[in-house]
């Protein structure tokens, strides 16, 4: 049983960064992606980008290059998403979800989701 | 960027009713990449359908999956309380995987 459990809600004020963390356990860590999506009621469910820890490969929406970055540690097997120079249209629910795919980090289905971390920019 | 576009945006039906939802492609989507998600309130969304046909661990047989020339399709069989819910359809054949914007379920 995988499980992902992410990082308590936060409250940044504009132009700041933020950074979330994503605990998986269960599974393998290594050989399947981490994707980040995020919520928000204009702009429904978007992904952001995903890392796949075992090559240290990530992927990127080029809607967020230049501010987002994503890493993975695999000794505690947690993954992060730090999103920089935030705006109030940054303000969403983020969530973390694992590949079902093994070896890639480009967008697949995904199986398991975190609870999701709110941040709110203001 | 593929755009996916979901129809209805609401459907409301009584238990025992057949369900179908919409999903709409601005470019041509592989089957093999499409998927389909539930998210009640309150929770995280849950995969249901893979692949378009393929039904993820744990989902009841009434939910099923299938595509036309133009449209991939969720159909619910025989609704029942507990599918009431939003539910989103993914392309993941390019980078970025898209979502559609939702149909919200409502059972009467």
Redesign the interface.
């Given at each position: 049983q995988v499980k992902l459990v992410q990082s308590e809600a936060e409250v940044k004020k504009p132009g700041s960064s933020v950074k979330l963390s994503c605990k998986t356990s269960g599974g393998t860590f290594s050989s399947h992606a981490i994707n980040w999506v995020r919520q928000t009621p204009g702009q429904?469910?978007?992904?952001m980008g995903a890392i796949l820890p075992m090559f240290d490969a990530t992927?990127y929406?080029?809607?967020f290059k230049g501010r987002l970055t994503i890493t993975a540690d695999e000794s505690t097997t947690t993954a992060y998403l730090e999103l920089g120079s935030l705006t109030s249209d940054d303000t969403a629910l983020y969530?973390c979800a694992r590949a079902?795919d093994h070896g890639t980090a480009?967008?697949?289905?995904?199986?398991s989701?975190?609870?999701?971390t709110r941040v709110t920019v203001s | 960027e593929i755009v996916l576009t979901q129809s209805p945006d609401t459907l409301s039906l009584s238990p025992g009713e057949r369900a179908t939802l919409f999903c709409r492609a601005s470019q041509s989507v592989l089957s093999s990449y499409v998927?389909w998600y539930q998210q009640k309130p309150g929770q995280?969304?849950?995969?249901l359908i893979?692949?378009t046909y393929t039904r993820?661990?744990g989902i009841p047989d009434r939910f099923s999956g299938s595509e036309s020339e133009t449209d991939f399709t969720l159909t619910i069989s025989k609704v029942e309380a507990e599918d009431s819910a939003v539910y989103?359809c993914?392309q993941?054949v390019?980078?970025?995987?898209?979502?559609?914007?939702?149909s919200k379920l409502e059972i009467k």
């Open positions: 429904g469910l978007e992904w992927e929406s080029s809607r969530y079902f480009k967008p697949t289905q995904f199986a989701w975190g609870q999701g | 998927a995280s969304p849950r995969l893979y692949g993820a661990t989103y993914q993941y390019n980078t970025p995987g898209t979502f559609g914007q939702g």
